[in-house]
């Protein structure tokens, strides 16, 4: 298994990959167009962005949606379009460059803007973010279970009562 | 196709009961099941696809495809709604019913819960009405239940239940941290805590071993099969008498009756979509309290216009569930342990005795935490997201407490299923449709609950208390669902009577959460299996030979 650093170092990698439009050619994303995942990818990285632990695209979040917006979520894929089509267009206008190429403030800036002016779309991609990154690794986030981990939950997990110590009690 | 004695719709906590009760009295069974037969295999420990959290679907049915119901809001407006989500009220589509894939609490009413309208009167603008049975005439059948199922933990910590006989069959799990957290905070409040009752083996039992503890409980199949429901106990027992038949994939469409009014078979759907009819002397439906009432009230034919026990405008009404109430508790040391199931400590102190409450509920530790139960439920004015959202994950995921109980409600007439003129399922049969409201004293009592699971936590050393406690304008029923088919002495006003035999049909039963008049401050299982039990005993005393007579 990868450490948090080797982590922390494909997962930059891959953003980078992603900014340098290396996937042009043949894209890997289901439903999301190269665009739309680097949009997508900015935002989500807002609502959950790195520090010692990956941001969520780095955990895979965006590979979660784009995969999800084939099943279960295919019936929020016009919102997605159509939101993320705005967010590129207010990024343009504000800063003349594209959301994922903007900086980290102006990035902040406009995913203030968008949960202000569009609440129910920013409040989907809040809630899918949240999810990929928190919920079960078998859908494309969590990558490596990073948030449990993140959490000081065991992974992988105890198996059978005899791990457990139950003579511990409480910390006072 | 071959005519049976007894059919069975539904194969959850009352009808997996109900088959074995029969079959092994020697009547021929076939149980009709519109799910799968899940296993253990089918755990999947999916924290976004479980019973529970659904926002990518349920786990054990129904499909979010061609399953609709419609919900009409506090408005009046109606809205088709999918089975993941909350206002579709959904409990489980599959063998076992909601049993494979609940948390397990395996509650025995208190006396007074089936007196609720003699102990406190009816509020008004309620449907508060008296149980037709008593407890103590359920009594030997919860015990029943207990042996049979499989129930551990230990009432002994607490005087606020009702006189048993015999003690719970396994021993409590060992108590987890939270446990030791809350224990001695309840005695220094005067109360008494003691080891909720839950259907899961502490211990080997019935052939099958014990919890591993482990994360994925509450929503998921038990991945090593120590939680005890229809599909490893009873429905295993019908089976193996040869005298069983369970179908699967299977929907029934309407039961079927003859010029006398009673009751003859099924028509069907089988998994292969073909349309068929089972013929049989009993007919029981067992397909839990919203399905149950769309079957009824779908059953219509010349005799019966407005559908099956439905002469006087009963099937359908009173539905409920609970309405959850409690309080979130952060601490500044480790409260999380993560050893599951989690809930482990309970009170009763609460139930009964209020002065100016209709009643109140039992409050206990909620399930394991799993990490995306979380995300909104950290402390008031944490940042819905971002680096200081991401930081107060870290901060109160294992340093927080949830005390909750399922607060008594007080029914309405109001709050009802009837099927839906417009919208129709993938069978082609007319959905339910689901109106009414919660009636407002219940949400009195769930704030006054809510206060006290605040004093709790606080009283074990958190820093900070929230309350959870709203008045949703909306029914309430999902996983609880009960009332829809009550039972009474007084045909004008219930649907079946005490033994759960329809009024006006005599070889016609609904034996599931649908009979219950009301439905307790405590989750319902128990008391669906005790009445199914209560209920089988009575029909095998009456099967006469090959064919029924009441």
């Not at chain 2, 999916?46 to 119901?69: C, E, Y």
């Not at chain 2, 409450?357 to 139960?373: S, V």
């Not at chain 2, 039963?509 to 089988?536: C, E, K, Q, R």
Request: proline share 6%; net charge neutral; hydrophobic share 35%.
């Amino acid at each position: 298994m990868l450490n948090r650093r080797e982590v922390l170092l494909a997962g930059a990698a891959a953003s980078a990959a992603l900014v340098s439009g290396c996937h042009s050619r043949g894209s890997h994303w289901l439903v999301l167009t190269d665009a739309e995942a680097h949009t997508l990818s900015a935002l989500c990285d807002q609502i959950i962005p790195a520090d010692e632990w990956p941001s969520a695209s780095e955990a895979g979040v965006v590979t979660f949606i784009d995969r999800q917006l084939t099943g279960p979520y295919r019936r929020h894929r016009k919102t997605y379009r159509h939101g993320l089509e705005d967010i590129g267009n207010m990024a343009l206008s504000r800063f003349g460059v594209e959301l994922a190429r903007a900086s980290c403030a102006q990035q902040l800036q406009i995913a203030q803007a968008i949960e202000q002016q569009n609440p129910a779309f920013f409040e989907l991609v809040r809630r899918h973010t949240l999810q990929g990154y928190y919920g079960s690794p078998r859908h494309g986030g969590n990558k490596d279970a990073v948030s449990w981990r993140m959490l000081g939950l065991a992974e992988p997990p105890l198996r059978g009562r005899a791990q457990y110590d139950f003579t511990a009690g409480p910390k006072a | 196709m071959k005519s049976v004695n007894a059919v069975v719709i539904g194969a959850g906590a009352g009808g997996g009961i109900v088959a074995k009760e029969l079959a092994t009295a020697g009547l021929s069974v076939v149980v009709f099941e519109r799910g799968k037969w899940y296993t253990a295999h089918d755990c999947r420990k999916d924290d976004l696809r479980n019973q529970r959290t659904t926002v990518l679907g349920n786990a054990f049915g129904p499909d979010d495809d061609g399953n609709p119901r419609v919900l009409i809001d506090g408005k009046g407006n109606a809205r088709q709604m999918l089975p993941s989500e909350g206002g579709y009220q959904n409990n489980a589509a599959c063998v076992g019913g909601g049993t494979l894939s609940y948390g397990a609490q395996a509650w025995r009413y208190m006396p007074q819960d089936f007196r609720m309208r003699s102990t406190y009167g009816a509020p008004e603008g309620s449907s508060l009405e008296d149980w037709p049975i008593s407890y103590d005439e359920l009594e030997p059948f919860y015990e029943k239940a207990e042996y049979e199922i499989g129930i551990s933990g230990d009432y002994s910590g607490t005087p606020f239940k009702g006189p048993r006989k015999r003690d719970l069959p396994m021993p409590p799990l060992p108590p987890n941290r939270e446990f030791g957290i809350l224990e001695p905070a309840a005695k220094r409040l005067g109360l008494h805590p003691f080891h909720l009752p839950m259907a899961r083996n502490s211990v080997p039992y019935n052939g099958r071993g014990p919890c591993m503890r482990c994360r994925w409980c509450c929503g998921f199949a038990c991945e090593v099969d120590a939680k005890n429901g229809s599909q490893n106990t009873v429905l295993p027992v019908a089976l193996s008498t040869g005298n069983c038949e369970l179908r699967t994939e299977s929907m029934v469409t309407q039961i079927l009756t003859d010029d006398r009014g009673r009751a003859r078979g099924v028509s069907f759907i089988d998994s292969r979509g073909n349309q068929q009819e089972q013929l049989a002397d009993i007919v029981v439906v067992s397909a839990c309290a919203i399905e149950s009432a769309r079957l009824l009230l779908n059953s219509k034919s010349h005799l019966f216009p407005n559908g099956l026990g439905n002469r006087y405008d009963q099937v359908g009404r009173h539905l409920q569930g609970h309405h959850y109430t409690g309080a979130t508790g952060y601490f500044d040391f480790e409260t999380y342990d993560d050893v599951g199931p989690g809930a482990s400590i309970a009170v009763t102190d609460y139930n009964h005795g209020t002065p100016g409450l209709h009643g109140g509920g039992m409050l206990a530790n909620e399930f394991i935490r799993l990490p995306i139960h979380m995300i909104d439920r950290l402390p008031p004015g944490t940042p819905k997201w971002g680096l200081a959202h991401k930081q107060a994950m870290r901060q109160w995921h294992k340093r927080s407490i949830v005390i909750m109980g399922p607060t008594q409600q007080i029914p309405t007439a109001t709050a009802r299923v009837t099927v839906d003129p417009q919208v129709r399922d993938k069978w082609g049969i007319p959905v339910a449709r689901i109106q009414g409201n919660v009636h407002p004293h219940t949400y009195d009592i769930g704030a006054v609950q809510a206060g006290r699971a605040e004093a709790w936590l606080k009283e074990a050393g958190a820093i900070h208390t929230v309350a959870m406690a709203g008045r949703p304008d909306s029914v309430s029923a999902g996983q609880h669902q009960a009332g829809t088919c009550r039972m009474g002495d007084d045909p004008r006003g219930s649907v079946v009577n005490k033994f759960c035999q329809v009024h006006d049909v005599d070889n016609l039963f609904v034996i599931d959460g649908s009979v219950h008049v009301t439905n307790g401050g405590f989750n319902p299982v128990l008391t669906i299996m005790a009445v199914a039990y209560h209920a089988s005993d009575a029909l095998v005393r009456n099967w006469k030979g090959t064919r029924f007579r009441s």
